[in-house]
C-alpha cells in the first residue's frame, strides 16, 4: 500500500514522540553563528516552490552552481595566496607552486605596499617584506614575474586601496614581456567598502577611495576584457569577526553598491557585470558554510537580472573564490589545523567554488613554512582526486537541511539589505559605522561563549595539552627590509626624476578633477618609475587621508 | 566613600602598533576589558611607537596591551620599550598579544613585557592578569 500524506504526517508525529521521550545532550545546537538548528528536517521545510528556489546548475538562479557542467567539466582552481620578503624570494615560491600542480598565482604583498607606504617610509619600519611581497616601482613588479608567462598564468592580486596602482604597474610590466593588457587574465582585489568595513588597509576617504576604484573598473572594462577588476570580499569581513549572514549582506551590499556606481557612470551593467568575482571565507561550520554559497548566488542572481535589468546571463552568475577561514585556525596544537583545513575546504567544494586557497596548519603561529603550504594543496588534491565529491554536481541539493538552511540565511541577508538601506546605502551605513559595530558585537559574542566553554575549541578550552612540542616556523630574513630599501635607491637613482615628477603634477592634477579617469595618468607615473609611496602622496595631495572612529 | 578606600579604577591603553588591520582580537580584549570595570582607551589602528607612548602618558594609563599580528613585534616592541623608559615610565604593565611565536617570548620578556598572550588565550586569564600585576605596583 502506498504511503499517503497523512501516514506520513502521522509517521512524523510518531518520530517527534520517540525522539523527546529521549534526553538531548545538553549542549546548544546552534550553528557557528548562533543559528538554531532543529534536530530533524523534513519535505516540509524545503521551499513551496522546489524547482524554482533550487534548479539546476548553469541556470537560474543558480542555486546549484554557475555552471552546467561544474567539476565534471574542470576543477575549481587551486589558488594559494603567497609571498614574502623580496620580489625575487617571492618569485621563486610562485616557481614552486607551478611546479607542484597549482593552476594560478595569488600574490601577497606586505603591509606597507597595501597601506601605500614606501619601504624607506618610517611607517614601514619592521613590516617591509614580511606579511608579503614588498612592491615599491614597476622595477619590483617586473622581478615578481620575471620568467612566468602572463599570458598564460591567471595572477591574482590581494591588493585594494592602492589598487589601482599596482594594477598599473601590472599591466606595465607584462607589457615588458611582450603581453598586451587585453590578455591578462587575473584579478585584483580592490574592494575598498570592506576595507572600511574590515580589513582597515585605507590610503583616502571613502568617497575618493570609491571614485578611484570606479576609475578603475571603468578603465577595465574597456581594455582588459579577461580581468576580473574587483573581488567583492566577504573573507576578511568574517575574519574580523561577523557571522555567516553578516559575511554574504554586506559583501553582497558591497557588489550592489558598486554596480549601482558604475551603471551611474552611464556604464552598461552587461558591461562590467560578467567581470564581476567574488571571494568568501569557508569556516569550520560545514553546513552553515555550504548555504552561505548557495544563497549567496541566488541573491546575486536575482538582483543583477530583476534590480539591474541585466540581461547578459553571465552578469547574473555569482563566481568566487574561497578561502579557509585563518580565524578558526589554533596555535594550540597546530596539527589540528590540518584537520580543520580540510573540513572548510571542502565545505568550499560543496558549495561550488570557482577557485580555492587552503591555509597551513602554521598560520596561527607565523607565515607557513614550505612544507605547511605543500601540506595544504595537498588537501585540495586529496578532495579534487580521492574522495569522489566531484563526481556529480551540487550534492546536496535537495537535502533538507541545506535547502532550509540555505533560504534562512538568504532572508537573514535580505533583513540586513533593508537595514543598511533604511540608512541611505552602504557607503552611508559604513560612514555610520553600521557593519562595523555588528561585526564588533557578534565577535565579541562568540569569544564569549567560548571564553564561557559553551562553545567547544579542541586543544583551546578543550582537550588541552600542557608542554606542547614546537613547530617549526617560517623566520623573516632581517636583512630585507635593508635590502629592500636599497633596491628602492637604487631605482631611484637611475631614474629621471623630471620626469617622475612631471607625471606626478599630471597625476594631481586629474584627481582634482573629478571627470578625468585616473588609471591612464598611473600608468604613466610607472612608466617614470614613480614609487608607490610617492604615487599615492600625490593623491593623498588632493583627497586627504582617512581616520577611523573605532568601534568595540 | 573617600578616594583612600575608593577602588582604583585600572586604566589600560589598547594599542594596534604597525600597519596591520587585524583588530579583532584588540577590540574584544578592549571591550571584555571595560566590562570587567577597566577604563579602556582603544588608539585605533596604525600606530606609531611615538603615537602609543603619547597615549600611555597622557591618559596616566597603569597598563598598555599592544597587540601585533603582523609580525613586526620584535622591532615595535623594543621601540616602544625604550621610548617609555626615555620619558621616565616605568611603572605601566607592558603586555603583548597575537600571533608571536613561542621563541620570541622569552626575548620579549627581557625587555620588561610583562605578559604574552598568543591566539587562544581567554579573556579571564588577560583580565586577572592585569589585576593582579596593576594591583602589586608600587603604589602611585
Same mark, same amino acid.
Given at each position: 500500500m502506498a504511503i499517503t500524506p497523512s501516514d506520513e504526517f502521522s509517521l512524523e508525529q510518531q518520530w517527534r514522540e520517540q525522539f523527546e521521550a529521549a534526553p538531548e545532550r545538553d549542549v546548544s545546537f546552534t550553528t557557528l553563528s548562533g543559528v538554531p538548528i532543529e534536530p530533524l528536517y523534513t519535505q516540509s521545510d524545503l521551499p513551496d516552490d522546489p524547482a524554482a528556489a533550487i534548479g539546476l546548475p548553469g541556470q537560474y538562479p543558480f542555486t546549484r552552481g554557475v555552471y552546467p557542467s561544474m567539476y565534471r567539466g574542470r576543477l575549481w582552481t587551486m589558488r594559494q595566496f603567497a609571498g614574502f620578503g623580496s620580489a625575487e624570494q617571492t618569485n621563486e615560491r610562485f616557481r614552486y607552486l607551478l611546479d607542484h600542480g597549482q593552476t594560478g598565482l595569488s600574490t601577497a604583498f606586505d603591509m606597507p605596499s597595501l597601506m601605500g607606504h614606501d619601504s624607506d617610509s618610517p611607517l614601514s619600519l619592521g613590516e617591509v617584506g614580511r606579511e608579503g611581497v614588498a612592491v615599491d616601482t614597476l622595477d619590483d613588479m617586473e622581478t615578481l614575474f620575471a620568467g612566468i608567462d602572463l599570458g598564460e598564468v591567471s595572477v591574482s592580486m590581494t591588493m585594494n586601496a592602492p589598487a589601482a596602482v599596482m594594477l598599473a604597474y601590472y599591466v606595465v610590466a607584462a607589457e615588458r614581456q611582450g603581453i598586451p593588457a587585453d590578455r591578462l587574465a587575473g584579478t585584483i582585489q580592490a574592494d575598498i567598502l570592506k576595507e572600511y568595513i574590515a580589513q582597515k588597509e585605507w590610503c583616502f576617504p571613502i568617497d575618493p577611495a570609491m571614485r578611484v576604484m570606479g576609475d578603475m573598473i571603468e578603465w577595465c572594462s574597456q581594455e582588459m576584457p579577461r580581468w576580473h577588476p574587483v573581488s567583492i570580499s566577504g573573507y576578511h569581513i568574517r575574519e574580523a569577526g561577523s557571522t555567516a549572514a553578516q559575511e554574504l549582506a554586506f559583501t553582497l551590499k558591497d557588489g550592489l553598491t558598486y554596480v549601482e556606481e558604475a551603471v551611474e557612470r552611464g556604464l552598461d551593467v552587461d558591461d562590467f557585470a560578467p567581470r564581476l568575482s567574488f571571494f568568501f571565507n569557508a569556516q569550520v561550520d560545514f553546513f552553515e558554510e555550504i548555504a552561505k554559497y548557495r544563497a549567496a548566488r541566488?541573491?546575486?542572481?536575482?538582483?543583477?537580472?530583476?534590480?539591474?535589468?541585466?540581461?547578459?546571463?553571465?552578469?547574473?552568475?555569482?563566481?568566487?573564490? !574561497?578561502?579557509? &577561514?585563518?580565524?578558526?585556525? !589554533?596555535?594550540?596544537?597546530?596539527?589540528?589545523?590540518?584537520?580543520?583545513?580540510?573540513?572548510?575546504?571542502?565545505?568550499?567544494?560543496?558549495?561550488?567554488?570557482?577557485?580555492?586557497?587552503?591555509?597551513?596548519?602554521?598560520?596561527?603561529?607565523?607565515?607557513?613554512?614550505?612544507?605547511?603550504?605543500?601540506?595544504?594543496?595537498?588537501?585540495?588534491?586529496?578532495?579534487?582526486?580521492?574522495?569522489?565529491?566531484?563526481?556529480?554536481?551540487?550534492?546536496?541539493?535537495?537535502?533538507?537541511?541545506?535547502?532550509?538552511?540555505?533560504?534562512?540565511?538568504?532572508?537573514?541577508?535580505?533583513?540586513?539589505?533593508?537595514?543598511?538601506?533604511?540608512?541611505?546605502?552602504?557607503?552611508?551605513?559604513?560612514?555610520?559605522?553600521?557593519?562595523?559595530?555588528?561585526?564588533?558585537?557578534?565577535?565579541?559574542?562568540?569569544?564569549?561563549?567560548?571564553?564561557?566553554?559553551?562553545?567547544?575549541?579542541?586543544?583551546?578550552?578543550?582537550?588541552?595539552?600542557?608542554?606542547?612540542?614546537?613547530?617549526?616556523?617560517?623566520?623573516?630574513?632581517?636583512? !630585507?627590509?635593508?635590502?629592500?630599501?636599497?633596491?628602492?635607491?637604487?631605482?631611484? &637613482?637611475?631614474?629621471?626624476?623630471?620626469?617622475?615628477?612631471?607625471?606626478?603634477?599630471?597625476?594631481?592634477?586629474?584627481?582634482?578633477?573629478?571627470?578625468?579617469?585616473?588609471?591612464?595618468?598611473?600608468?604613466?607615473?610607472?612608466?617614470?618609475?614613480?614609487?608607490?609611496?610617492?604615487?599615492?602622496?600625490?593623491?593623498?595631495?588632493?583627497?586627504g587621508k582617512y581616520t577611523e572612529s573605532p568601534v568595540f | 566613600m573617600t578616594a583612600a578606600t575608593a577602588p582604583h579604577k585600572i586604566r589600560v591603553v589598547v594599542a594596534k602598533p604597525g600597519l596591520d588591520g587585524h583588530d579583532r582580537g584588540a577590540k574584544i580584549i578592549a571591550r571584555a576589558l571595560r566590562d570587567a570595570g577597566m577604563e579602556v582607551i582603544y588608539t585605533g589602528l596604525h600606530q606609531t611607537p611615538e603615537q602609543i607612548?603619547?597615549?600611555?602618558?597622557?591618559?596616566?594609563?597603569?597598563?598598555?596591551?599592544?597587540?601585533?599580528?603582523?609580525?613586526?613585534?620584535?622591532?615595535?616592541?623594543?621601540?616602544?620599550?625604550?621610548?617609555?623608559?626615555?620619558?621616565?615610565?616605568?611603572?605601566?604593565?607592558?603586555?603583548?598579544?597575537?600571533?608571536?611565536?613561542?621563541?620570541?617570548?622569552?626575548?620579549?620578556?627581557?625587555?620588561?613585557?610583562?605578559?604574552?598572550?598568543?591566539?587562544?588565550a581567554p579573556t579571564q586569564e588577560i583580565i586577572d592578569f592585569l589585576t593582579s600585576a596593576v594591583g602589586e605596583r608600587e603604589p602611585r
Open positions: 541566488r541573491i546575486w542572481a536575482r538582483e543583477l537580472k530583476e534590480t539591474f535589468g541585466a540581461k547578459n546571463p553571465k552578469s547574473w552568475l555569482m563566481r568566487f573564490h !574561497t578561502q579557509t &577561514a585563518g580565524v578558526s585556525l !589554533t596555535a594550540q596544537q597546530p596539527l589540528n589545523n590540518v584537520v580543520r583545513t580540510a573540513i572548510e575546504a571542502l565545505a568550499g567544494v560543496l558549495g561550488g567554488t570557482q577557485s580555492l586557497h587552503t591555509n597551513s596548519y602554521d598560520e596561527a603561529l607565523a607565515l607557513p613554512t614550505e612544507d605547511a603550504v605543500r601540506l595544504a594543496l595537498r588537501t585540495q588534491q586529496i578532495i579534487a582526486f580521492e574522495t569522489g565529491v566531484t563526481n556529480t554536481i551540487d550534492p546536496l541539493g535537495g537535502s533538507y537541511f541545506v535547502e532550509s538552511l540555505t533560504d534562512k540565511i538568504e532572508a537573514e541577508a535580505y533583513e540586513y539589505f533593508r537595514k543598511i538601506d533604511e540608512l541611505g546605502g552602504m557607503v552611508a551605513a559604513v560612514k555610520a559605522n553600521y557593519p562595523q559595530r555588528e561585526i564588533a558585537d557578534a565577535s565579541y559574542e562568540l569569544q564569549q561563549e567560548i571564553d564561557a566553554g559553551r562553545r567547544v575549541v579542541v586543544g583551546v578550552n578543550a582537550y588541552v595539552e600542557e608542554d606542547e612540542s614546537q613547530t617549526a616556523l617560517h623566520r623573516s630574513d632581517p636583512a !630585507t627590509e635593508r635590502n629592500q630599501v636599497e633596491r628602492l635607491n637604487a631605482v631611484r &637613482a637611475r631614474r629621471n626624476g623630471g620626469e617622475v615628477e612631471a607625471s606626478l603634477v599630471r597625476l594631481r592634477e586629474a584627481a582634482a578633477n573629478e571627470g578625468s579617469n585616473l588609471m591612464p595618468l598611473l600608468i604613466d607615473c610607472t612608466r617614470t618609475y614613480a614609487s608607490e609611496g610617492e604615487i599615492v602622496q600625490a593623491l593623498q595631495d588632493v583627497f | 607612548v603619547e597615549t600611555v602618558v597622557q591618559e596616566d594609563a597603569d597598563a598598555v596591551g599592544l597587540s601585533i599580528l603582523s609580525g613586526a613585534h620584535m622591532t615595535l616592541v623594543p621601540k616602544i620599550v625604550t621610548l617609555l623608559s626615555d620619558q621616565g615610565i616605568d611603572d605601566v604593565v607592558v603586555t603583548v598579544g597575537g600571533t608571536i611565536p613561542a621563541d620570541d617570548i622569552p626575548e620579549l620578556k627581557k625587555l620588561g613585557v610583562a605578559a604574552v598572550f598568543t591566539p587562544g
